[in-house]
């Protein structure tokens, strides 16, 4: 069975600092992969996707992510932290032949220093 | 706002009761999905429908049961509750299966 692992529970970045959110998964071929973020009280939005092509994906907010086949991560970048990206991240692998279920990894909770 | 709407937000019920959960995919969405989040077991999925028929089963307790109505809103019904079914429920729709949209989620507290 496919598993998405984030490695960091929380982490803290200062405001207008760069932030990188890691993102493992194993699967034997490649999934569909996508970030999304959840604020305190709301659902889940979805911040961007890869499903193949281009590596370097662009989402909303300024997020990008990079797909690297050969570390098996889809990690999430953004060059400059507002505080209001503080909230919880989550990476999240689709497969088309299970349904398309979504399988999550834990998140990773963003804190943004003044 | 992801066009996707759940009802009620919260509820708060006893062991040992049922309730129902309802979601509304996205206008044109045909596939809806459950997920449950807590905090011991984060994300997971529970069921899929597609168009009025199930399509996957993730990790659905037998007390739980799903249906697509032919107007495409479901409903997640939850029997003989238990503490451990406190959680959150999202529902998700997609119209081609890959992009999931995501409610606001309900906020089931059994008591």
């Known amino acids: 069975a496919q598993s998405v692992t984030q490695p960091d529970i929380h982490i803290t970045v200062s405001e207008g600092a760069s932030l990188e959110l890691r993102c493992n998964y194993s699967y034997g071929a490649t999934p569909y992969l996508f970030w999304y973020v959840q604020s305190p009280g709301q659902g889940l939005q979805l911040l961007l996707k890869y499903f193949s092509g281009d590596t370097l994906v662009q989402g909303i907010k300024g997020f990008e992510a990079e797909f690297k086949r050969s570390q098996s991560s889809f990690n999430l970048r953004k060059p400059s932290v507002h505080w209001s990206d503080a909230a919880e991240y989550f990476c999240?692998?689709?497969?088309?032949?299970?349904?398309?279920?979504?399988?999550f990894g834990g998140g990773t909770r963003l804190m943004v220093k003044p | 706002d992801s066009g996707v709407t759940q009802t009620p937000k919260h509820l708060i019920t006893a062991t040992g009761q049922r309730v129902t959960l309802r979601c509304s995919p996205r206008?044109?969405?045909?596939?809806v999905y459950w997920y449950q989040q807590s905090l011991d077991q984060g994300l997971q999925f529970l069921i899929h429908?597609?168009?009025?028929?199930?399509?996957a089963k993730g990790n659905i307790l037998e007390r739980f049961s799903a249906q697509q109505f032919p107007d495409l809103h479901s409903e997640l019904n939850l029997s003989s509750l238990e503490l451990g079914d406190s959680a959150l429920y999202f529902c998700?729709?997609?119209?081609?299966?890959?992009?999931?949209?995501f409610g606001p989620g309900t906020r089931l507290t059994v008591t």
């Open positions: 999240a692998v689709g497969l088309n032949n299970a349904g398309n279920m979504l399988t």
């Open positions: 998700a729709s997609s119209v081609d299966n890959y992009e999931q949209y």
């Open positions: 206008s044109g969405d045909l596939s």
């Open positions: 429908y597609y168009n009025g028929e199930e399509r």
